[in-house]
């Protein structure tokens, strides 16, 4: 099994056993599942991405939207990036969010997200 579909599952698993009105200690949950699958990321960074999944879930986003974004974040910082759409303001947030920890970030995911952020026309 890849890395990016032990994620996916993972998060499926999770969004399957947290219900439909999730509590901190299901938020906390996730992030650990999430850090699990993806080690290699500085704990302020973590922070951010959470923040901004909290917030996109917290907005009135469907749980799956919310989550969709996570696994395309999480496909991103596998190196592994599933084509998931995002749209440009997705992209500057990411792009943002990595190079705001990029002297403590492995330098291939650096350079691997920055890579598909210039792609997508988000540098």
């Known amino acids: 099994m890849q890395a990016i579909d032990k994620l996916k599952t993972d998060l499926d698993d999770w969004e399957k056993s947290s219900g439909h009105n999730p509590g901190h200690n299901d938020f906390d949950r996730l992030r650990t599942i999430f850090g699990r699958n993806i080690p290699k990321i500085p704990?302020?960074?973590m922070a951010a991405l959470f923040s901004s999944f909290l917030s996109r879930f917290g907005s009135g986003a469907a749980t799956r939207k919310a989550l969709d974004w996570l696994s395309a974040i999480g496909s991103l910082l596998l190196c592994d990036f599933d084509n998931s759409?995002?749209?440009k303001e997705d992209w500057v947030e990411i792009r943002d969010l990595i190079t705001t920890d990029s002297g403590e970030i492995d330098?291939?995911?650096?350079?691997?997200?920055?890579?598909?952020?210039?792609?997508?026309g988000a540098i």
Not at 115 to 120: F, I, P, Y
């Open 43 to 45: 704990e302020d960074t």
């Open 85 to 87: 759409q995002l749209d």
């Open 107 to 120: 330098m291939d995911i650096l350079s691997y997200v920055l890579g598909k952020a210039l792609e997508h």
